[in-house]
């Protein structure tokens, strides 16, 4: 299985992208998960109805399995990596950002955590012309 971290932001959509294609590939199925640790009207990368309604007509398009979780009131990264330590898991996609030195320190972040603590490949992708 495949699994995408995604953000409701042009990185997210890349992640799903390359998920979908890396699940063609490896003739598996695609897990996507948006999580938040705050709630849906605070945190602008969860995905409101509108954009989740989008997701999933373009999964449904693909012709790849698929399954859609959006966990409320957890740390994004703890939730991808928990997901990642099952045996099913194959590869983790998700969209990366270019962030100052000082971005990183004061924010800290997820996809740098992801990097570094998965125990299984991480595929960071990045929308085309960024």
Known sequence: MIVVGYSADPFGRAAIEHGIEEA???NTG???????SGDAYVDARFARSGEIHDVEEQLRESGVSFELRQP???DAAEELLNVMDSPDADLLVIGIRHRSPVGK???GSVSQRLLLEC???VLAVKPKGS
């Open 24 to 26: 063609k590939l490896r």
């Open 72 to 74: 409320v009131g957890v």
């Open 119 to 121: 125990l299984k490949p």
């Open 30 to 36: 695609l897990l996507v998960i948006n999580a938040t």
């Open 105 to 107: 320190l004061l924010l």
